[in-house]
């Protein structure tokens, strides 16, 4: 499935830039949750929107972060083949 020797396979996203993306959708997930919570803190619309489409956001994004939820195996042997040369 992966290229031992160093070469980025097509599976390369899977690996490397996916997690990635996870982890900015978490990270805006988390942020839009906080935001929510400050629109009700202030009563009132924060930066145009009020908390409940903060909270949707909040939402959306956190189930985007989750992905395909599945066995992890760590690095990939396409970025990473020195870590994965015991398998």
Do not use: D, I, Q
């Amino acid at each position: 499935m992966h290229m031992m020797n160093g070469e980025h396979s097509k599976f390369h996203w899977y690996c490397c830039w996916r997690p990635t993306v996870k982890l900015v959708f978490w990270f805006a997930a988390v942020a839009s949750l906080a935001m929510a919570w400050y629109a009700v803190y202030k009563k009132g619309l924060v930066f145009g929107l009020e908390p409940l489409a903060w909270y949707w956001n909040a939402l959306v994004l956190g189930v985007l972060s989750m992905g395909k939820m599945g066995k992890s195996h760590g690095y990939c042997g396409a970025c990473m083949p020195e870590k994965n040369s015991g398998m």
